[in-house]
């Protein structure tokens, strides 16, 4: 099982390298995480180069995508080419976005009918599209989830790791990378938002 971890120039650095690193704790188990980029090389919000690992045309072959965010949103929003290149089918693939990524979602059609997450300074541009936002940090229905503010990316890697590999998983990558004596406390506020997410729908 392959992710797509969309990072556009201008990325906030901890939704995308927090989303890819939990999920590749799960290499042994098949399931591993890419940097997707529409260039080469993309340059954060805070001036640091990374090369891409995989091109855009990646995320029409990932059985997860998750879009990250980043200082750019809007313009990569207008960018109809860039756009164009997000080929994604949410009845195969597994679509999640961080914070402004919420934004590429929409554009795409994939939020109608539903609420999102997103970060505060987001918020009013997804409301704009008609998109109501939860004062949550995560949510999820069917194969689409949100999640809102930077360190909420845990969340939506979790809910990647939950689908794909289980909740046993997910429970080992979050017990390995929490801080020292907050173990289980971490473990258990990650997966209640996972599921409570998920449940208010069931």
Not at 186 to 194: G, K, N, S, Y
């Amino acid at each position: 099982m392959q992710v797509a971890v969309v990072t556009f120039d201008g990325f906030n650095e901890l939704d995308s390298f927090i989303a890819s690193a939990l999920i590749n704790r799960c290499r042994g188990a098949g399931l591993e995480a890419f940097i997707t980029t529409p260039t080469p090389v993309v340059t954060s919000m805070n001036g640091v180069e990374v090369t891409g690992q995989r091109m855009m045309g990646f995320v029409a072959e990932a059985d997860v995508v998750l879009i990250g965010s980043g200082v750019k949103a809007r313009e990569v929003v207008a960018d109809d080419q860039l756009i164009s290149e997000l080929q994604l089918d949410s009845s195969r693939q597994l679509i999640g976005a961080q914070c402004s990524g919420a934004l590429v979602l929409a554009r795409l059609g994939l939020l109608d009918g539903m609420s999102a997450c997103t970060d505060m300074k987001t918020r009013p541009f997804v409301e704009a599209r008609g998109i109501p936002v939860l004062d949550e940090p995560f949510h999820a229905e069917g194969n689409i989830a949100t999640a809102g503010g930077c360190l909420a990316s845990q969340y939506l890697a979790t809910w990647v790791i939950t689908r794909v590999l289980g909740e046993g998983a997910a429970r080992d990558v979050l017990d390995y990378v929490s801080p020292v004596g907050e173990n289980q406390e971490t473990i258990e506020r990650t997966l209640r938002a996972v599921h409570s997410a998920e449940g208010a729908l069931a």
